[in-house]
């Protein structure tokens, strides 16, 4: 099975917003990474973006 990769990229997020993501990732017993990469996912998804999976491919969320 083939691995998934990842990009990796910075971010610069102002100090209220970023305290806002951590206590979500928390609520959510998220890591703050992970909690960016489910908010970008969803919006993703809510926008029709994600790009089409090959068929017996699954999109795994966090």
């Known amino acids: 099975m083939a691995e998934k990769t990842t ?3 910075i971010l ?3 100090a209220d917003t970023m305290n806002a993501i951590e206590a979500w990732a928390a609520d959510e017993f998220r890591s703050t990474n992970g909690q960016l990469q489910w908010i970008i996912t969803e919006a993703l998804r809510k926008a029709k973006r994600l790009p089409k999976q090959k068929k017996g491919n699954k999109i795994i969320t966090i």
Do not use: E, G
């Open 7 to 9: 990009k990796s990229f």
């Open 12 to 14: 610069r997020v102002d």
